[in-house]
């Protein structure tokens, strides 16, 4: 038999999801006969696999001691590379300025230089995160943002500020500013683009109209011109995301003749690989907690902006330089 105290951190998940990664050896097809059967109880008391853990419960599970013998630990992130680029961090989250070509979460050609194996790597080295001190909880990512497109992106230390960040995004209470790049000099130099996006998910690409169909998604974009250049012509924009769907900058803006410089998908870039340019020109660069509800933990964080030091394509093309954040690298 064993106990398990619920922490901060194991707090809030269904009972069938703790077991699961506390006990790793234990057949999912046995915990739920013995959840049914009352061999795992949470208080003292039978539960039900969706039962929600309180911080403080004790769940006991009366298991056979081949189901409890500790798995030897393999920590993947740590062949993941040491480089990490920090905009902000303090004791409940980082922020994290991503470079174009990472990836966010291992996939099936990737799996271990990613975006949070870096950061598991980096927080395990610095002794705020060790695996066998949590039943089941990890450093995870709040937001993400395609391979090919760089900038910031959130990252949590415990649950708690998971659950408070990952709420705030859903509600709009955090805003994102973009950095980009597109062919062609804008007529109007600010505009609110507005239309319907439907999504091809085999080709994981996405279509812009004028008029809604059945499947469509209202999208809304804003933008204004920073500069300009000529031969080739060429703007920078700050955009801001109104709606957050997928590749909405990227198609939205192509869909009214102005691709982004180095877009494979949505634009032509066979001239623009030529000259160098081989991921689109797009950078989430700029953040700002806006907190219109209470953040619990993180209220400190309402009002403040974070950005990233310098964006490339900005200063290669245009000399256009950002200016200071409330945040300090390495905190």
């Avoid at 106990?3 to 050896?25: C, H, V, W, Y």
């Avoid at 002794?127 to 395609?146: C, H, K, T, V, W």
Wanted: proline letters at 4%; aromatic letters at 10%.
């Amino acid at each position: 038999m064993k106990s398990f105290t619920i922490g901060e951190n194991d707090a809030g998940q269904r009972l069938d999801k703790f077991i699961t990664k506390a006990m790793p050896r234990l057949p999912k097809s046995l915990m739920y006969k013995y959840i049914r059967l009352k061999r795992i109880k949470v208080d003292g008391k039978r539960a039900e696999i969706s039962t929600r853990l309180q911080k403080g419960s004790v769940v006991d599970a009366y298991v056979a001691d081949e189901f409890l013998e500790p798995v030897e630990p393999k920590y993947d992130f740590l062949s993941a590379p040491a480089r990490l680029d920090i905009v902000y961090e303090d004791e409940n989250i980082l922020l994290a300025d991503k470079k174009q070509g990472l990836i966010v979460h291992p996939d099936d050609r990737e799996y271990r230089d990613t975006l949070i194996t870096r950061i598991q790597r980096y927080l395990y080295e610095k002794g705020e995160y060790n695996p066998a001190d949590e039943n089941s909880f990890r450093p995870a990512l709040a937001n993400r943002i395609d391979r090919n497109t760089g900038g910031i992106v959130l990252a949590a230390k415990n649950a708690e500020a998971l659950r408070i960040l990952c709420d705030k995004i859903k509600d709009r209470e955090i805003e994102k500013r973009y950095l980009a790049v597109a062919h062609g000099i804008f007529p109007e130099k600010q505009a609110l683009l507005e239309g319907y996006l439907t999504k091809n998910e085999a080709k994981n690409q996405v279509y812009l109209s004028r008029t809604a169909t059945e499947n469509s998604r209202t999208v809304r974009t804003a933008y204004t011109v920073l500069r300009e250049r000529r031969r080739p012509d060429l703007s920078l924009l700050e955009v801001d995301l109104l709606t957050g769907r997928t590749h909405q900058i990227r198609a939205h803006l192509a869909s009214i003749g102005h691709p982004l410089l180095g877009d494979g998908k949505y634009g032509v870039n066979q001239a623009d690989r030529k000259m160098g340019y081989k991921h689109q020109a797009l950078y989430s660069y700029k953040l700002t907690f806006r907190f219109s509800s209470d953040a619990g933990l993180l209220q400190y964080l309402d009002g403040k902006t974070f950005q990233v030091p310098r964006v490339w394509f900005a200063e290669e093309l245009f000399g256009y330089r950002l200016g200071k954040s409330d945040g300090q690298p390495g905190l």
